[in-house]
């Protein structure tokens, strides 16, 4: 990945940027109901906002702020797969956003998360090869971690 280059930007023009954005606009879809595979899979789509105001780009789409949650973790890559070893943490009281003013809503467990993004999900068989690349994975980290799809109800995204 060239950190240079040129990335859209939603609030405004393309920009050039050799810094991380500040925020990251992610679309996670429901996953698919009825899903054969021994693996979940969902649309996602992750649009990094390198400039303006957030809220007010989230506002316009008429999208309405409901909580705040940090993930505070790593992120490591295995071959295609990414895996983000993380806790869900919330901001101080204070409203402080560093890593110091952040609490972990369950300090004593972490979650691990692997997945992998295939070009084309219409196309059967790079959806077969990413499901066989995850369940290599699984197999791999056998007696170490237990890699399990979650219930498709614990990814929905929308407010209840």
Not at 4 to 30: V, W, Y
Not at 74 to 97: C, D, K
Not at 103 to 118: G, H, M, N, Y
Request: one cysteine or more; glycine letters at 6%.
């Amino acid at each position: 990945e060239n950190p240079s280059a040129a990335l859209p930007n939603p609030l405004g023009s393309t920009t050039k940027s050799s810094t991380p954005p500040k925020h990251t606009f992610q679309f996670r879809d429901m996953p698919e109901a009825g899903n054969r595979r021994p693996v979940t899979s969902r649309l996602v789509a992750d649009i990094p906002l390198t400039g303006g105001d957030a809220a007010a780009f989230m506002s316009s789409m008429e999208y309405t702020h409901v909580s705040t949650y940090h993930l505070q973790g790593h992120r490591l890559t295995h071959n295609n797969i990414s895996l983000l070893l993380f806790q869900p943490a919330l901001p101080a009281a204070s409203g402080s956003e560093s890593a110091s003013g952040l609490t972990p809503i369950d300090p004593t467990r972490f979650i691990l998360e692997a997945s992998l993004k295939v070009a084309d999900g219409t196309k059967p068989d790079q959806m077969a090869r990413g499901a066989k690349e995850l369940m290599a994975l699984k197999e791999m980290l056998r007696g170490s971690v237990e890699l399990e799809c979650v219930e498709r109800g614990a990814l929905d995204t929308r407010v209840r």
